[in-house]
């Protein structure tokens, strides 16, 4: 097999996904009351490790990436393309250390939801939709998504799209500090991808 780069090349190149309550697409300069809406609310970013916005000029440098970088999609609702969150499609760390994926492609998801539209079955809607787009159209083949251990919200979304426990980390967040969680890992399944497991001491995936 050739060998390629873990983190696969991504971009959103104004592509659209949608489910029945979701448009999933890039953000825009014109979201950006939106996004302040919703990741200047204490308690929603720090769920995600980073610290809620205190201006708008904060979100406005944010949203300027989110464009820049092109990996993260808005999280908007159909009826009215209202911005409720962010799903990024992100590079992730210790390439030359997890070495069971040196012959595959994949990347990261990060997600956050407006405190205003948890518990409604959202996130695990817009989730399932990206891993689709990613695994039939992308041809990726393993996706990664972690959580802190306090996050026991993000933790059930991610079970519930089929992710399963992988490492138990130390994570550093945004905010300099260092919280204990979960790296969990996804497979394609519709690839029979055969890892060789690295670091056992972190390691918690069974087969």
């Not at 595959?104 to 891993?131: C, D, H, Q, T």
């Not at 138990?168 to 500090?177: I, R, V, Y």
């Amino acid at each position: 097999m050739e060998t390629v780069a873990m983190n696969a090349k991504f971009k959103l190149n104004g592509k659209k996904l949608y489910t029945k309550r979701l448009i999933l697409r890039p953000f825009e300069y014109n979201d950006l009351d939106d996004f302040y809406e919703y990741a200047s609310v204490e308690g929603v970013g720090e769920m995600a490790g980073w610290k809620h916005h205190e201006s708008i000029e904060e979100s406005r440098k944010i949203l300027n990436l989110f464009i820049d970088e092109d990996k993260t999609f808005a999280v908007c609702l159909r009826e009215n393309n209202k911005v409720i969150g962010s799903l990024g499609v992100e590079m992730y760390g210790s390439e030359h250390k997890l070495t069971e994926f040196s012959d595959y492609k994949g990347r990261e998801l990060g997600f956050v939801l407006s405190k205003n539209y948890w518990g409604r079955g959202i996130m695990p809607e817009a989730v399932n939709e990206v891993i689709k787009f990613l695994f039939t159209q992308c041809d990726f083949d393993f996706l990664l998504c972690g959580y802190f251990l306090f996050n026991k919200q993000s933790a059930r979304v991610q079970q519930k799209c089929g992710f399963r426990p992988y490492r138990k980390l130390f994570m550093q967040t945004k905010m300099e500090t260092t919280e204990e969680g979960i790296l969990n890992l996804l497979l394609n399944p519709e690839k029979n991808l055969k890892l060789t497991f690295s670091h056992p001491e972190t390691l918690i995936y069974t087969d």
